[in-house]
């Protein structure tokens, strides 16, 4: 039936050295869905780069500021330089939308990311996003402003630029009845009608909320087939989603994502905070 489709996915880029992996995962799926890729970087605005609470005296304000602009320049020639290599290299046309192929397009924006994030995200069908490093303290911010400020469906990128073509083509969906399970089932609909094959994966479910069997047949009444696969709630459910997808062989995962909130999963190592920091494969969050 497929009446559904992937038009505009955003992905926020800076000079962390994480852009290749993000173009390779967004370029796979631009060209399954002949998809636009809005590629957008952000640089500080010259006042957010000065020192909070300090007064500093009028020349030196004015050489800080130039010294930020001249800075965002070099960052911003630099970043395109690499945008149009990595979209020459996955054959992905430089212009603006174009129906019927994949596009890409760089835009510039001044201010933080997460409100780059905000702004641009709210537009689009996906929003690409790193999967955050831990060590370093990287990437928690722009997730979560993509989970929580977007509206959107956020892909979690693995670690890795090696991404296959046929990235989606067996996606599993998470399935436990709840608000953010529905909602990511709703906004990811493209990408479930874009699969040769969809499971449905659960541990039991809400109390009073629809089965996977019922969830099944809202599928099969789209024309999408699906199977069934249950797995025990025992431990850390986000690890066994996570084995149980390897275990049947899916590319990517659907799920609703932190039901309890970001700060408290995070701190206490939820299922979602899980998946973030063990997933292997591309992961699509919805909250």
């Not at 070099?74 to 192929?101: C, D």
């Not at 073509?165 to 909602?183: C, F, K, Q, T, Y």
């Not at 990517?252 to 309890?260: E, F, P, Q, R, S």
Request: aromatic share 6%; net charge neutral; with cysteine.
């Amino acid at each position: 039936m497929g009446q559904s489709s992937l038009h505009t996915i955003m992905m926020p880029m800076r000079d962390d050295g994480l852009g290749p992996r993000l173009f390779a995962h967004a370029a796979a799926l631009a060209k399954r869905f002949d998809a636009h890729i809005r590629v957008v970087h952000c640089h500080p605005k010259p006042e957010d780069m000065m020192p909070y609470g300090v007064v500093i005296p009028t020349f030196l304000r004015k050489q800080l500021a130039e010294a930020t602009r001249k800075r965002a320049d070099y960052e911003q020639g630099h970043l395109r330089e690499k945008f149009t290599a990595e979209a020459s290299r996955y054959g992905i046309s430089v212009e603006p939308r174009s129906a019927g192929k994949p596009t890409a397009a760089f835009r510039e924006y001044e201010g933080r990311q997460v409100e780059v994030v905000r702004h641009y995200g709210r537009l689009a069908d996906l929003i690409c996003v790193a999967k955050p490093n831990h060590e370093e303290n990287l990437g928690y911010n722009t997730l979560k402003s993509a989970l929580f400020t977007s509206g959107r469906p956020v892909l979690v990128c693995p670690d890795t630029d090696e991404v296959a073509p046929d990235i989606g083509s067996h996606v599993a969906i998470g399935w436990n009845g709840s608000l953010e399970a529905s909602r990511a089932v709703a906004l990811s609909m493209a990408l479930i009608e874009g699969a040769q094959k969809v499971s449905i994966l659960t541990a039991g479910r809400i109390e009073h909320t629809a089965t996977p069997e019922e969830f099944q047949i809202y599928l099969a009444q789209r024309g999408i087939a699906s199977d069934i696969h249950t797995f025990e709630r025992k431990g850390n459910v986000g690890r066994a989603l996570l084995q149980k997808c390897a275990g049947i062989g899916a590319n990517m995962l659907i799920m609703g994502a932190y039901h309890d909130s970001y700060e408290r999963e995070s701190l206490l190592g939820g299922n979602s905070a899980t998946i973030v920091a063990e997933a292997t494969i591309p992961v699509v969050m919805v909250h």
